[in-house]
């Protein structure tokens, strides 16, 4: 968890797919925001389309890559919770301040990758690096 937690961290937009409701693939970048208890959580609000798409159909990849060119690649069920102390946690990024302004904002939604797996990889040759989280 570690390592997926550093990269993340390391390289701030990740890419979100779901599928759409047109049974489509959906992409848009994404932030990841803190990791709790093994688990690794992200926000929304419950007005976009993505909240939509996750209602029906729960299961996401996430995407990133390193100015380096390693990248991780995350699936996952997401699972909704109203959790105040991740939303809280969430109000120290900026940028979902500006957004929600307080963790008790009705649209403000946290959810966590259930089943998680990832893969760590670069271009050196090695293998990647497998995690289930």
Avoid: H
């Avoid at 693939?25 to 093994?38: A, L, N, Q, T, Y």
């Avoid at 990849?61 to 946690?89: D, H, L, T």
């Amino acid at each position: 968890m570690k390592k997926v937690v550093e990269f993340l961290q390391a390289n701030p937009v990740q890419y979100f797919a779901t599928i759409g409701e047109d049974g489509k693939p959906k992409c848009r970048p994404f932030m990841f925001c803190v990791e709790k208890d093994s688990k690794l959580w992200f926000c929304t609000n419950n007005k976009k389309e993505v909240y939509a798409q996750l209602q029906k159909n729960p299961y996401a990849e996430i995407c990133v890559s390193s100015p380096e060119y390693a990248w991780i690649r995350i699936s996952g069920k997401c699972v909704f919770e109203n959790n105040m102390e991740i939303k809280e946690a969430c109000m120290a990024n900026p940028i979902v301040k500006s957004q929600y302004d307080s963790a008790s904002n009705p649209i403000f939604e946290v959810f966590y990758l259930d089943e998680a797996k990832a893969t760590l990889a670069d271009f050196s040759g090695n293998p990647p690096q497998e995690f289930t989280l």
